[in-house]
Nanobody
Framework: QVQLAESGGGLVQAGGSLRLSCAASERTFSSLAMGWFRQAPGKEREFAAAISRDGNVRRYGDSMKGRLTISRDRATVYLQLNSLKPEDTAVYYC????????????????WGQGTQVTVSS
């Protein structure tokens, strides 16, 4: 069982930056593709970014493309958010799956509890 714990969310002014982290409990973290999704109130969960097991393949969703960067090290995956806008306000979730990266939430097996990002205007 893989346990994921997000951190780094908070309140930030428009134009600001945040770095989200997701720590994994599983020793086989290096064998998992990782993704970040977000969900705003009343909206569906939306793909933000994904990174392959070896870190060489990165994918980004259209809504925040150019404003975020995903990366990983031995036990943590990161999401750097830049030039934040009020419409980026959402709960951001970390997810993991065996196999290749995916932008589809149902294909991810493991999920964290989420971290709230609030962007004020």
């Amino acid at each position: 069982q893989v346990q994921l714990a997000e951190s780094g969310g908070g309140l930030v002014q428009a134009g600001g930056s945040l770095r989200l982290s997701c720590a994994a409990s599983e020793r086989t973290f290096s064998s998992l593709a990782m993704g970040w999704f977000r969900q705003a109130p009343g909206k569906e969960r939306e793909f933000a970014a994904a990174i392959s097991r070896d870190g060489n393949v990165r994918r980004y969703g259209d809504s925040m493309k150019g404003r975020l960067t995903i990366s990983r090290d031995r036990a943590t995956v990161y999401l750097q958010l830049n030039s934040l806008k009020p419409e980026d306000t959402a709960v951001y979730y970390c997810a993991a799956r065996d196999g290749v990266t995916s932008s589809s939430a149902p294909l991810y097996t493991y999920w964290g509890q989420g971290t709230q990002v609030t962007v004020s205007s």
